[in-house]
């Protein structure tokens, strides 16, 4: 299983309909949001890593070892777990979620209320997604931003990488290896430029 499986295959389909049906919008806009959500979580994680969170994102991945992913219809047919989703938002984004929202949501023309939801029912699912690639991989705290940066850069195809496109150098777009308002916004204006 690759990353392209959660944002093209399969589950991808699952995910981008329950959101759409959850939430009582139309498959292209869920498509879009989803889209973006993902690939956004994941390069905001690899940050983290980067910058001396590796050991906070494998205790996460500790709880999160991919059992989402084997039964997924169940989970998005329980409308996910917003409280789970809710809490790994927060320390991934911490005081961004509103701004992300905003502007992933401008995108794909949803409220941020509404993205924030997309986002709560994607996140466990991409740490779903990344405890099963740790496990696999027998990965441990000092190999979490491999594993993040392998997936985001594209820069190990074997597992799967996709390359994002520039997600990683827009995430801190001042330069002071933090995620933060302004990163944000620059991060989301060059994604949906290309």
């Not at 009582?24 to 910058?51: C, D, M, R």
């Not at 997600?167 to 944000?184: H, P, Y």
């Amino acid at each position: 299983m690759d990353l392209s499986t959660l944002l093209q295959g399969e589950m991808g389909q699952k995910i981008v309909g329950a959101a759409a049906q959850q939430l009582g919008i139309n498959e292209s806009q869920a498509q879009t949001a989803v889209g973006a959500a993902i690939p956004f979580l994941l390069s905001a994680l690899n940050k983290n890593a980067q910058s001396g969170g590796a050991n906070g994102i494998e205790n996460a991945l500790n709880q999160h070892d991919g059992s989402v992913l084997d039964n997924l219809s169940g989970f998005l047919g329980q409308g996910g777990n917003m409280q789970d989703g809710l809490g790994i938002l927060g320390h991934v984004l911490g005081g961004n979620q509103q701004t992300v929202a905003n502007n992933i949501g401008k995108q794909s023309g949803l409220d941020s209320g509404q993205m924030i939801k997309i986002l709560a029912l994607v996140a466990p699912i991409v740490m779903g997604f990344l405890g099963k690639q740790k496990q696999a991989q027998g990965v441990k705290s000092d190999g979490i931003a491999g594993l993040l940066g392998g997936l985001v850069g594209g820069t190990n195809q074997a597992s799967g990488g996709i390359n994002l496109g520039g997600f990683e150098k827009l995430l801190d777009q001042d330069g002071d290896g933090k995620l933060d308002a302004g990163d944000v916004m620059g991060l989301l204006g060059g994604f949906f430029k290309k």
